[in-house]
């Protein structure tokens, strides 16, 4: 199984500011016949199902403020929220749909400071 | 709209089994795979498995095989799943989700629905 190691695993944060969390796979997830990476990012709150919030590693779901950006490509990837805002505060997972079982990592939970 | 609409919570004793379901709306649900996901208090997002609405083919993670059955019925565009021999280890939120194709990943998802095994 593709493990993916997310970090850091919590993050406090003051409105305004700017995040980036890290997920890192244990294989490339770098499909060579699309040329794509197959890794995207959801956002769930508590009592809510996961949003998908990037796809392809940068793609951003129709609807997802520009804020949200994803990054990286092979086994590093990051989600970079600038300029936080209060609805921000959630959990943030990242997940390879390069192969299955489907697998995400253990999340990292954005708090206020 | 595509709509992902799940059962209501189960509080079941340990050994015993629960089906959960996920009823589906807006779009053909032949045409799809639906995965079932498992989410326990606080902790990761496990993928158990996924079903083709078309012929109810499917593909299980290997932890979960022995453990949860899915099924389809295409006449009411649901999708089950069965969790047998139940303990306190499957005490969790179970969520039915839907990629946009074949390989994508989860665009929608059900409510979730809470299983609590206790006695």
């Known amino acids: 199984d593709i493990v993916m190691t997310q970090s850091p695993s919590s993050l406090a944060v003051s409105a305004g500011e700017t995040v980036t969390i890290n997920c890192k796979s244990s294989?490339?997830?770098?499909?060579?016949?699309?040329?794509?990476?197959?890794l995207a990012w959801y956002q769930q709150k508590p009592g809510q199902s996961p949003k998908l919030l990037i796809y392809?590693?940068?793609t951003r779901e129709s609807g997802v403020p520009d804020r949200f950006i994803g990054s990286g490509s092979g086994t590093d990837f990051t989600l970079t929220i600038s300029s936080v805002q209060a609805e921000d505060l959630a959990n943030y997972y990242c997940q390879q749909y390069y192969d299955t079982p489907y697998t995400f990592g253990a999340g990292t939970k954005l708090e206020l400071k | 709209e595509v709509q992902l609409q799940q059962s209501g919570a189960e509080l079941v004793k340990p050994g015993a089994s629960v089906k959960l379901s996920c009823k589906t709306s807006?779009?053909?649900?032949?045409?799809?795979?639906m995965s079932w996901l498992k989410q326990m208090p606080g902790q990761n997002i496990e993928w158990i498995g996924n079903?083709?609405?078309?012929?109810?083919?499917?593909g299980y993670n290997q932890k979960f095989k022995g453990k949860a059955t899915l099924t389809v019925d295409k006449s009411s565009s649901t999708a089950y799943m069965d969790l047998s021999s139940l303990t306190s280890e499957d005490s969790a939120v179970y969520f039915c989700?839907?990629?946009?194709?074949?390989?994508?990943?989860?665009?929608?998802w059900g409510q979730g629905t809470l299983v609590t095994v206790s006695s």
């Open positions: 807006g779009y053909t649900f032949s045409n799809y795979y």
């Open positions: 079903i083709y609405g078309g012929n109810g083919g499917t």
């Open positions: 392809l590693a940068s």
């Open positions: 989700a839907r990629n946009y194709y074949s390989g994508a990943p989860f665009a929608y």
């Open positions: 294989q490339s997830l770098f499909g060579s016949v699309r040329q794509k990476n197959y």
